[in-house]
Nanobody
Framework: EVQLQASGGGLVQAGGSLRLSCAAS????????IGWFRQAPGKEREGVSC????????SNLDSVKGRFTISTDNTKNTVFLQMNSLKPEDTAVYYC??????????????????WGQGTQVTVSS
């Protein structure tokens, strides 16, 4: 059974940092891409960052470049999203998701087959 367990959300002041974790199980981790998505109230879900596990290639939303970093611990089948210099507009529920690929990763939600539960990130001004 495929499982994606997201954690690490919380309340932080603007300018602060959080690190989200996505623990994956039930599939061949190195044959997949893992993405982080977020959805704020009244807004569409957007792809924040993704990584293709087999070659570590990444893609990031323009608004988070230079602030967010996606990385993996392949020994633990875990993907991290380090979020620095957080802004109130980063407030959202963050989800991790996965799909199989040996190509660059996609930040389109419709490409992803498996989804974890969300973790709330709230940035106060």
């Amino acid at each position: 059974e495929v499982q994606l367990q997201a954690s690490g959300g919380g309340l932080v002041q603007a300018g602060g940092s959080l690190r989200l974790s996505c623990a994956a199980s039930g599939f061949a981790f190195d044959e997949y891409a893992i993405g982080w998505f977020r959805q704020a109230p009244g807004k569409e879900r957007e792809g924040v960052s993704c990584i293709s596990i087999w070659d570590d290639s990444t893609s990031n939303l323009d608004s988070v470049k230079g602030r967010f970093t996606i990385s993996t611990d392949n020994t633990k089948n875990t993907v991290f999203l380090q979020m620095n210099s957080l802004k109130p507009e980063d407030t959202a529920v963050y989800y991790c998701a996965a799909y199989p690929t040996y190509y660059y990763c996609s930040r389109r939600a419709q490409d992803y087959d498996y989804w974890g539960q969300g973790t709330q990130v709230t940035v106060s001004s």
